[in-house]
């Protein structure tokens, strides 16, 4: 006797499902923060004299500048009038809001300083031809030929700050220099992280 097939019934094509397993998220584990120093009393006495050496350092640097600034070439700008324009000449025909960023300071107070230096001539404020609500400046001649006298100017005077350093001694103070650039962030520096250390002192005090 020959035995007979059993026939499977045919699945269509809609029947024919495949399941594919389903993948769990991914946990991300974030590195846990490392757990500052203490500091002593021999440090905090350390920052305090290296704070104070930074002051003098750019205190210093500014009267030099001031006092070296060829009145009859530069008549009517001041330190800080100098310096916005070096910051615009470094970032011309770009936005106020980009510059009033580069000097660490809100638009409104440089804006005061920008009307000055348009109305002398050394800066130009023109609207942005795509958003007119954007205000773009720009270095005039007037503001380029005042801007490369105040650069012989700071030329010399970096020159005779480091004229006793090697070049080792240079680059050293140069990586340092970006690490506390680096620490002084805005972007990283944040109100909480400062009321931390505010707040631990206190407890540390009581």
Request: overall charge negative; hydrophobic content about 35%; cysteine-free.
């Given at each position: 006797e020959t035995k007979k097939k059993t026939k499977l019934p045919k699945k269509s094509s809609k029947e024919l499902t495949i399941e594919v397993p389903k993948k769990e998220p991914e946990v991300l584990v974030r590195p846990t923060p490392k757990k500052q120093k203490e500091l002593s009393k021999e440090d905090k006495v350390l920052y305090k004299q290296l704070c104070e050496a930074f002051d003098f350092v750019i205190n210093m640097g500014n009267v030099i500048e001031d006092r070296t600034m060829d009145r009859k070439l530069i008549p009517d700008l001041a330190l800080g009038e100098l310096h916005v324009i070096e910051t615009v000449n470094k970032n011309n025909n770009k936005?106020?809001?980009?510059?009033?960023?580069?000097?660490?300071v809100t638009v409104g107070a440089l804006t005061t300083c920008v009307n000055r230096l348009v109305q002398k001539g050394y800066l130009l404020r023109t609207r942005d031809e795509m958003d007119q609500r954007v205000i773009l400046l720009s270095v005039t001649q007037k503001g380029k030929d005042a801007f490369m006298e105040f650069r012989k100017i700071c030329d010399a005077?970096?020159?005779?700050?480091?004229?006793?350093?090697?070049?080792?001694?240079?680059?050293?103070?140069?990586?340092?220099?970006i690490r506390l650039h680096h620490n002084l962030d805005s972007e990283k520096l944040t109100k909480e992280e400062i009321n931390k250390v505010l707040n631990k002192e206190a407890f540390d005090n009581d």
């Open positions: 936005p106020m809001t980009l510059i009033a960023k580069k000097e660490h005077t970096d020159e005779a700050m480091f004229r006793d350093f090697t070049s080792e001694e240079r680059e050293t103070l140069h990586n340092l220099l």
